[in-house]
Every structure is written in structure tokens, then in C-alpha cells.
């Protein structure tokens, strides 16, 4: 009992950012005592295909490559299990709102993105890095705060899926607009949409049908849901020690090249999310369907950027979109805790 109320409590926030600074704490000091930046990592989707054809060695690169999609399913998974196949049905119908999250994520973000890196990084591959990051939404993790923020969780999936599949056309098109020519395989979008949305949906669709067939909904909103939000605060640590070990040693030794980084990245998530979430406040929207436009107008792709930034780039342009969830995950935390408090605010009930 005394451990469900400190989890609750973990999900009110009263707790949160205590864990979230010990977490990064945690992660800057393992990476710069393994020095794992010096190691030559694995992308994520080439160690789980190595898994299934049984290729895989088991050594501390191999295995930190699998840290980020375990976190993230152990992040997604419960917001999945939150969401109703009828909720979906309903999401469909959202013109407005979806094409709020379009407008931002195509038309405004990448070009705003383009425009913090042009006024505050001076350095031509980080500044490649910083555009890189802000090309494509984010396609997994904006689930998580949407969920975490008490948002419509299944508008966001839509919007997420609704994201995926436009991005897969559209990378190739901003980047060379954006960069230049960059040559690499837009499979590793698909890829991407399978590994960190398609099997978190899966599994959280699977876990609520079984579970409400057999215990019903209300019991299994009362005995699983304060389970599976644990989970998923627990896969959010466990994420962010995991990006900080990364590059911990990095951040210790050229902390003055990670704000120069992470400078325009934090404007930008600000910005972007209090326009979008004032917007849709102004076009009458609900809260909990603002706080699901802003967060997916908001996040960008980072596993899509770390993977074009490794295949097509050098090591600085790839240090830059590795940067951006380090800021982004904190960043994304405050503005949950800034959303679910302006919300007495800036919505009433009907």
C-alpha cells in the first residue's frame, strides 16, 4: 500500500522531478565512468534483427542499444492499455484537431526549427544536427506525455499515426530542402513506426481486452491502471538514464557544446507547445484535446534523426540529435506539470 502511494504520488508530480534529476545524475555518472561514448553502438533496429537471426552478441554497446526501445515500450505500453477502440473511431472524426497538428508539424516546425539553429549555432555540423532533429514529429514518446498530462490518449495515437505516414514521404523532401542531399533508407521510418508504436499498441490493446473480459472495466481501471501508470514512469527513468549514460562522459568533459545544443531545442518545445496549446484553447477545443495537439506538434523524432544522422553524417552532426532527447524529455516533463496546472485556468466544464 505505502508503495502504491508513492507511485501515486510519482504520477501527481510531487515526487517526479526529484526521481527525473537523480535519474540524469544516475546516467551522466555511468556513462563517463564506462566512457561509452568511445563505443561504436549498435542502432536499435539492427540489434533487435541481429535477435531474431540470432547473430546477437551480448556486450555493453550491443546491450545499451536495446536501452532506448525497452524504455520506450515500458513508457508507451501503459498509455496503449488506456486506449478504447471506440475512442479511436471518435479520434478519426477530429478534422479540427488533426489538422491543427499537420499545419504545425509540416508547415511550421521544421522551418522554425531552421530558424533557431540559424540564430544560435554558429558551428555548420551542429547546426546540421539541430535541423536534422526538427524534421520529423515525434512518433512515440508525445503518447507518453499526452498520457501523463491526462490528455486524450486516443487522438493522440491518430495524430500519431496520421504523423507516421506523412513522414515517410516527407523526410526526404525537407531534408534535401532543408540540408541538402542526404542520401539514406526511408525504410528506417517504417521500421521505426513498427518497433516503437506498432508493438506498444499491440500489447496495450491485447492487455485491455483480456483484462477487461475477465475482471471488467471498472475493476481493471481500479487495480491495473495505478500498476501500469508505475510502469510507465518507471520505463520514463529508465529512459532518461539510459540517453544520459550515453553521453555522460561528453557532457562532463564539453558541457559548453550541449547548451549551444540545447538552446534552441528548449525554445523551440516551449514555443511550440504554448502557440499550439493556445490555439486550440482559442478554437474552443477541450483540454484534453489541446494538450494531445500540442504535445504531437511539439515532439520531434529523435530515433529517425539519430539513425539519418549515423548512416548519413559525421560524429558531430550525430552528437547534435543525440542532444535533443536529453533536452527533450525534461523540457516535455515541465510543460505536462505546466499543462495539468493552467487547466483550472484556461478550461472550464460543461
Not at 252 to 280: H, R
Request: charged share 15%; with cysteine; aromatic share 12%.
Amino acid at each position: 500500500m505505502n508503495a502504491l502511494k508513492i507511485l501515486k504520488k510519482l504520477e501527481d508530480f510531487r515526487l517526479l522531478p526529484f526521481f527525473v534529476i537523480i535519474s540524469i545524475i544516475a546516467g551522466i555518472l555511468i556513462g563517463k565512468e564506462l566512457g561509452i561514448s568511445e563505443f561504436q553502438l549498435t542502432p536499435p533496429i539492427d540489434a533487435i534483427k541481429q535477435i531474431l537471426s540470432g547473430t546477437f552478441t551480448l556486450t555493453i554497446p550491443n546491450a545499451l542499444s536495446l536501452g532506448v526501445p525497452v524504455g520506450l515500450f515500458l513508457m508507451i505500453y501503459p498509455a496503449m492499455t488506456n486506449v478504447r477502440i471506440e475512442d479511436i473511431g471518435n479520434a478519426l472524426k477530429a478534422k479540427k484537431q488533426l489538422a491543427i497538428v499537420l499545419l504545425f508539424n509540416f508547415a511550421v516546425a521544421p522551418f522554425f526549427m531552421l530558424l533557431l539553429a540559424n540564430l544560435f549555432v554558429g558551428d555548420p555540423e551542429f547546426h546540421m544536427g539541430v535541423v536534422l532533429y526538427g524534421l520529423a514529429p515525434c512518433i512515440a514518446m508525445v503518447i507518453v506525455f499526452t498520457y501523463l498530462a491526462k490528455g486524450n490518449n486516443a487522438l493522440a495515437l491518430v495524430l500519431v499515426a496520421f504523423n507516421s505516414i506523412l513522414q515517410m514521404i516527407l523526410i526526404p523532401v525537407y531534408a534535401s530542402l532543408l540540408i541538402g542531399n542526404v542520401n539514406f533508407d526511408v525504410f528506417i521510418v517504417a521500421e521505426s513506426v513498427i518497433l516503437y508504436l506498432g508493438i506498444p499498441l499491440l500489447f496495450g490493446v491485447m492487455t485491455r481486452k483480456y483484462c477487461v473480459k475477465r475482471y471488467g472495466e471498472k475493476e481493471f481501471e481500479n487495480k491495473f491502471t495505478p500498476i501500469l501508470s508505475a510502469l510507465s514512469i518507471i520505463g520514463l527513468l529508465f529512459t532518461l538514464i539510459v540517453m544520459f549514460s550515453l553521453k555522460g562522459d561528453v557532457i562532463l568533459e564539453t558541457p559548453g557544446i550541449i547548451l549551444i545544443i540545447a538552446l534552441p531545442i528548449t525554445i523551440f518545445f516551449i514555443i511550440m507547445f504554448a502557440v499550439v496549446y493556445l490555439v486550440s484553447w482559442k478554437l474552443k477545443l477541450n483540454y484534453e484535446d489541446s494538450v494531445a495537439c500540442a504535445f504531437n506538434s511539439t515532439g520531434r523524432d529523435f530515433e529517425i534523426a539519430i539513425a539519418i544522422a549515423i548512416t548519413a553524417f559525421t560524429p558531430a552532426v550525430a552528437l547534435a540529435t543525440v542532444v535533443g532527447p536529453l533536452i527533450e524529455v525534461p523540457v516535455m516533463l515541465f510543460l505536462v506539470w505546466a499543462a495539468k496546472n493552467s487547466k483550472s485556468k484556461l478550461f472550464t466544464e460543461k
